[in-house]
């Protein structure tokens, strides 16, 4: 029997609205529809992580306690059951800055499906950036590029030439990739 599937998102341009350096509570705002997508997503048996590039932490324009509070605000706003998101890693380190976890790096995604037995065949990364997809395609789980955040369309075409999924949004991701309805 294979493992269970899992969903591996990035934040912001995904779940909530991409204010560039997201810092502040009063910032999380859920893209339409995410809550109820994830719902659907967990009663489909998905486990979550998220992964987030988090720059602004190194670059000095906002802290950990900063960062771990619009995380939580997040979380409150999508009142998931149990398991929820499983875990939230981010890098905080700058592109320029050395980094095992920074996107695209696969590394976290091979980390959790090593750690729960996932089965990369029924696994996805999300996310608005090109390193959001190329992670996934790193770890060798599918990827869908969503038009949602801070993707260019010169990004989107490039996803959709390698085979990446492009869609809207997470929302939409959920009902035609994994056909489920909410």
Same mark, same amino acid.
């Given at each position: 029997?294979?493992?269970?599937?899992?969903?591996?998102? =990035?934040?912001?341009?995904?779940? &909530?609205?991409?204010?560039?350096?997201?810092?502040? #509570?009063?910032?999380? #705002?859920?893209?339409?529809?995410?809550?109820?997508?994830?719902?659907?997503?967990?009663? @489909?048996?998905?486990?979550?992580?998220?992964?987030?590039?988090?720059?602004? %932490?190194?670059?000095? &324009?906002?802290?950990?306690?900063?960062?771990?509070?619009?995380?939580?605000?997040?979380?409150?706003?999508?009142?998931?059951?149990?398991?929820? &998101?499983?875990? %939230?890693? !981010? !890098?905080?380190?700058?592109?320029? #800055?050395?980094?095992?976890?920074?996107?695209?790096?696969?590394?976290? &995604?091979? @980390?959790? %499906?090593?750690?729960?037995?996932?089965?990369?065949?029924?696994?996805?990364?999300?996310?608005?950036?090109?390193? =959001?997809?190329?992670?996934?395609?790193? !770890?060798?789980?599918?990827?869908?590029?969503?038009?949602?955040?801070?993707?260019?369309? #010169? @990004?989107?075409?490039?996803?959709?030439?390698?085979?990446?999924?492009?869609?809207?949004?997470?929302?939409?991701?959920?009902?035609?990739?994994?056909?489920?309805?909410?």
């Amino acid at each position: 029997m294979s493992g269970r599937p899992a969903l591996f998102l =990035d934040r912001d341009g995904n779940l &909530i609205r991409d204010h560039h350096h997201t810092c502040r #509570e009063d910032q999380i #705002e859920l893209i339409p529809g995410v809550k109820e997508a994830l719902h659907a997503c967990l009663r @489909e048996g998905y486990l979550l992580f998220v992964l987030t590039n988090q720059s602004g %932490i190194n670059r000095g &324009i906002f802290s950990w306690d900063q960062y771990q509070a619009c995380n939580r605000r997040m979380l409150a706003l999508l009142e998931l059951p149990a398991p929820g &998101i499983l875990e %939230i890693k !981010a !890098a905080p380190e700058r592109p320029d #800055e050395p980094s095992l976890y920074r996107k695209p790096s696969p590394r976290f &995604i091979l @980390e959790k %499906i090593a750690q729960h037995g996932l089965d990369p065949a029924r696994s996805w990364m999300t996310g608005d950036r090109p390193s =959001d997809w190329e992670a996934g395609f790193n !770890a060798g789980v599918r990827s869908c590029a969503t038009r949602s955040g801070a993707a260019k369309p #010169e @990004e989107l075409q490039m996803a959709a030439q390698r085979g990446f999924s492009v869609h809207a949004d997470f929302p939409e991701f959920v009902r035609v990739e994994l056909g489920l309805v909410f």
